[in-house]
């Protein structure tokens, strides 16, 4: 399989997954573009797609946002993808890929084994780790994970959470992008063609997502998911991509 096409069948999984479980775009198309293009110009070009899946997702599902968690949890968000996004500009894109490969081999462990499932973050622990996704956002581009952990010690509906989730990345997808576009806009631009693909297929994997990967029983999904992801951060271990 050309990585072009890889980059399409894997854009459109990631917007499918994200449709239902409000993060993935970033933990699934970032390492693959990391391996080919270099961790740094990888979380800036992907946050292009992220950001247009995001934006679409909360056009379908904003109604349901909860204006509380998103206040809150949401101002700390983002000033962490904005912090994020400034250190990402410091850092050599070998350094980044270790920190996201460490990041994804930890998220999807927790997701294998069930962990993550009952991990819970309240109170101030909550909004500490709405900072930390915020920030590793910024920096890597990996924050769904951390945020749906602190998110599920609030008592929001399934509806709420997926909606809430989704602003709030939208938010830490506006902190952070200008900071990508000063450092990195030409870079990125330079790479159109393969981000075309990814934001074709995140778009399609976003309208399709919600009718097809609902017949799959959620803990096999959890644990798909999951393996897929700790593949990933294993391979950025073993290909940290260009330095």
Known sequence: ????????????????????????????????????????????????????????????IGEHVDKRVFVSFGIT????????ALLHARFSSTALSYVLGGLLVFAGMMGVTGLSRRMRFEGVAAWIAGALSGAFGGLVG????????????????????????????????LARMPVYAVVQGKEVMGIWPVLLLAIIGVVLGT?????????????????IVSL?????????????GKG
């Open 1 to 60: 399989m050309g990585f072009n096409t890889l980059i399409a069948v894997a854009a459109i999984l990631a917007g499918a997954i994200a449709s239902v479980a409000g993060f993935g775009i970033g933990s699934i198309l970032t390492p693959l573009f990391a391996i080919h293009f270099g961790t740094k110009l990888a979380v800036a070009a992907v946050s292009i797609p992220h950001l247009i899946a995001t934006a679409l997702r909360f056009v379908r």
């Open 77 to 84: 968000s983002a000033a962490g993808g904005l912090l994020g």
């Open 142 to 173: 990996n924050q769904g994970g951390i945020r749906s952990a602190a998110m599920l010690g609030m008592r929001v509906s399934k509806e709420s959470f997926v909606a809430t989730a989704t602003a709030i990345a939208l938010v830490v997808d």
């Open 207 to 223: 309208l399709a997502g919600e009718r097809v990967l609902r017949k799959i029983p959620e803990p096999l999904f959890r644990r």
């Open 228 to 240: 897929i992801i700790l593949t990933l951060g294993v391979a950025l271990f073993l290909y940290p």
